[in-house]
């Protein structure tokens, strides 16, 4: 019989509730015969505090042997900014190589945003997940005086650079539409700017039915609000493609829809999702958190296992709840999750 064994990271905030909602849904849609091992880590905010440990490798070594990681929110006030964010996220992100880091956007009916009403708007963007300026490659020269200098140098290497750029190829030519957009800004960031440009250009050459477009990112931004429906696949690198896809996600439905796949292609280590936002700690606890992001997470997570019936079910549900709360009251986090169980077993 089948089994998935999944790692479980609530984390911070609202983290914990949208998770419960996310596991009530992944057990709705399962089918009997799939056994769901869940285990739960303990990490973020609450263990810092009490222990000090932010990702021990003994945890980091546990996590390894599961299949998938579901993970909430990592952040909280009462850390410094930075702390978590690296010592967990962007840890994990880097020990298991999520090199695609996967953020798609669909506008979903009878949402509040700019473009409600636009058709057609369904594209993904494909972030490069462990290089860029996120890899801490930066320092400090006469720190605190008025002459200080700090760097963040973005890292950029050709094999990290090709990986992620086949990837999006290979998705842009598995989709209707058959279009790549690369993401940059190879006007005044030269020597990245040329890497990317190079070898988007060479290995495009092996997708001959890929038609391809290039934009730097402030048009970018101009074209997601104006014409989002021109894009298809988007590949850009670390930083570009965090920003765009907050805007992505404000613009096609708000941040309480867009879902994320932290992607290791190769299938060396657990492939890890979460929602595209934080930990809101003004609102956790108070049962406002809309947990439909983190369930489109694990329709990720389950197209990714190989359960594609099971991900469209999920992909369906959202799609019809949304469609049918034109107007409703607001629900609470626990009220959306009920509604999305119920969507995928009925
Ligand atoms: C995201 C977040 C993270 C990022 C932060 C929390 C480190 O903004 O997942 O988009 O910048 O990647
Ligand atoms: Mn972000």
């Known amino acids: 019989s089948r089994s998935i064994r999944l790692a479980v990271i609530p984390g911070d905030g609202i983290g914990r509730e949208v998770v419960a909602q996310g596991l009530k849904v992944l057990s709705a849609v399962l089918p009997s015969d799939v056994k769901l091992e869940t285990e739960e880590y303990d990490l973020g905010a609450r263990r810092y505090h009490a222990t000090g440990e932010i990702l021990p490798d003994a945890e980091l070594a546990s996590l390894q042997g599961h299949d998938a990681i579901l993970l909430g929110a990592i ?3 009462s850390v410094p900014a930075g702390v978590l ?8 992100r880097f020990a298991f190589d999520h090199y695609v880091n996967l953020r798609p956007s669909k506008l979903f009916p009878n949402t509040a945003t700019p473009l409600a009403g636009r058709p057609d708007i369904d594209f993904v963007v494909v972030r490069e997940g462990t290089e860029g300026p996120y890899t801490g490659n930066g320092g400090s020269l006469r720190t605190g005086t008025p002459n200080e200098v700090a760097t963040e140098v973005s890292v950029n290497t050709a094999l990290g650079v ?16 058959k279009k790549l957009t690369l993401v940059h800004k190879n006007n005044v960031l030269v020597y990245a700017g040329q890497l990317w440009k190079s070898i988007f250009d060479r290995v495009g050459r092996e997708y001959p039915e890929v038609t391809t477009d290039y934009l730097h990112v402030d048009a970018a931004t101009i074209f997601m609000v104006t014409r989002p429906e021109q894009f298809d696949v988007i590949v850009t690198d670390n930083l570009f ?8 996600a ?4 708000g941040i ?54 099971e991900a ?14 034109d107007g409703a009251a607001p629900r609470t986090t626990d009220e959306t999750g009920d509604a999305l169980a119920l969507r995928v077993t009925g």
């Open 250 to 253: 404000a613009v096609t439905g």
């Open 312 to 325: 469209a079910r999920i992909e369906t549900a959202v799609a019809e709840d949304l469609a049918a709360r």
């Open 162 to 177: 090709e990986r992620v750029v086949r990837d999006a190829y290979e998705r842009a030519q598995g989709r209707p539409r």
């Open 241 to 248: 493609g965090d920003i765009l896809t907050d805007l992505a």
């Open 75 to 77: 952040g909280d006030p």
């Open 85 to 92: 964010e690296r010592g967990l996220l962007l840890k994990l």
């Open 256 to 309: 309480g829809l867009a879902a994320s796949g932290n992607i290791n292609p190769d299938g060396a280590f657990p492939s890890m999702f979460e929602p595209v936002h934080g930990s809101a700690p003004d609102i956790a606890g108070t049962g406002k958190a809309d947990p439909t992001a983190t369930v489109l997470s694990v329709a990720m997570l389950l197209r990714h296992l190989g359960y594609e019936a």
